[in-house]
């Protein structure tokens, strides 16, 4: 326990918010459950993926019969409704007040900075499923820090290869304001224009706002080649279906990250073909892995897995390596770290390692949606690492 959580256990102990048996904590801890607690969204515009996340993690753990390295799981979950104000105070009730094992979240990235921040202190242990804040693999890395997901700027210059390769000279950017949008944005803007390419215009609007009108009619007013865009969830399905209600689809074609259409197909329906992105999945992904990934996640709700899911399996994939490598005993935090940093395995996605931020190194797909499938049409980057710049540890 790092002296930040101890400090912290005893103030609270000595203001009598809580119990704990500490004296033989540390074996019973050893020997007994395993506790992992979950920030994610259950609300707002990105609780579909937070449920996607929450029931990857969980199928993992019962498909090894509800134990890991020999620690029966438990997850106690709290819902970080992407307010990143809310951050700090749940993010310390799991991990002093519940006094997690494991820290899992999330998928915002103003919240994840946040968590991340607190995280790092404490030195809990800590899996991020999702949020992209470039820092978290950069400046504020840890070595108890893993994400599973990408970085934003990782992201937006994989997408830029890919629309500079079909021949995409000139764009204009349309995401919400906030760290995500703002990074995925930078990121593409970096080797879109390092490769010859012209951004005209940034159009950003505040994050969850979903009035999309004035932003597609300068999109329809300035005609540019193409239109880059990061919205996700909720938002963007009604983005796509906006963006197809005032006749841009086939005029100016929309490109993005990924998670504009994971998640989304069903709900957009043929307002979404056409629409080219890049991720690193893509549905129906021809590995022995995603066929049976996706067969079990089908198996136990009824519907195919987006990135959402393989990021929340992968998680767990990674602490189960850990765990591993240690018993179970998750006192043994640096050989536990040192096994989770080197994790290497076959993942739906494809191959999964991570660079020395933590941050995996792995395969961006270029895709298309059609006919409710983001089918792979090439490799937009592989094996492609975030630069990790600025971290030290
Ligand atoms: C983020 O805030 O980092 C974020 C949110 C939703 C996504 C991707 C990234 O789909």
Redesign the pocket.
């Known amino acids: 326990m790092s002296s930040t959580r101890r400090e912290f256990l005893s103030t609270a102990l000595a203001a009598g918010a809580f119990t704990l048996a500490a004296p033989s904590l540390r074996n019973v801890r050893a020997a007994g459950p395993l506790k992992v607690g979950l920030l994610l969204p259950a609300s707002g515009t990105?609780a579909p993926?937070g449920e996607a996340i929450t029931r990857a993690a969980k199928l993992y753990v019962a498909s090894k019969g509800g134990s890991l390295a020999g620690r029966p799981v438990t997850f106690v979950s709290l819902d970080d409704e992407?307010a990143p104000p809310k951050a700090t105070e749940l993010t310390n009730k799991l991990v002093f007040g519940e006094n997690v094992d494991v820290l899992m979240g999330t998928?915002?990235?103003?919240?994840?900075a946040a968590m991340v921040k607190i995280a790092r202190e404490a030195g809990v242990t800590t899996l991020v499923p999702?949020?992209?804040?470039d820092a978290i693999t950069r400046a504020m890395c840890a070595p108890n820090i893993f994400r599973t997901?990408?970085a934003?700027g990782q992201?937006g210059a994989a997408t830029a290869k890919a629309m500079l390769a079909a021949g995409v000279k000139e764009a204009m950017t349309c995401t919400w304001r906030?760290?995500?949008?703002e990074?995925?944005v930078g990121g593409f803007k970096e080797t879109f224009e390092a490769g010859g390419g012209k951004v005209t215009k940034d159009i950003a609007l505040p994050f969850p706002d979903v009035e999309f009108q004035s932003a597609l009619a300068e999109i329809a007013a300035a005609k540019p080649q193409a239109v880059y865009s990061?919205f996700?969830?909720g938002g963007?399905a009604k983005f796509i279906k906006d963006y197809a209600a005032a006749g841009l689809s086939g005029a100016v074609p929309l490109w993005g990250?990924g998670?504009l259409t994971?998640g989304v197909e069903q709900a957009v329906g043929a307002a979404g073909n056409g629409i080219r992105t890049v991720l690193h999945y893509a549905d129906g992904l021809d590995n022995p892995e995603n066929k049976a990934f996706s067969a079990t996640f089908k198996a136990a709700h009824g519907i195919d897995p987006d990135?959402?899911a393989v990021q929340g399996w992968d998680a767990m994939q990674v602490l189960d390596i850990g765990l591993a490598a240690v018993s179970g005993d998750t006192a043994k935090k640096d050989a536990m770290h040192a096994a989770m940093a080197a994790a290497k395995f076959a993942s739906p996605r494809g191959p999964f390692e991570f660079s020395a931020s933590r941050n995996p190194k792995q395969n961006f797909y270029a895709r298309e949606l059609k006919d409710g499938k983001n089918r792979m049409t090439g490799i937009a980057a592989a094996s492609f690492a975030d630069s990790g710049k600025g971290c030290r540890a």
């Open positions: 990105f993926l992407s998928v915002h990235s103003g919240v994840a999702n949020a992209g804040a997901s990408f934003n992201i906030y760290a995500a949008g990074e995925m990061f996700a969830g963007a990250p998670f994971d990135v959402y």
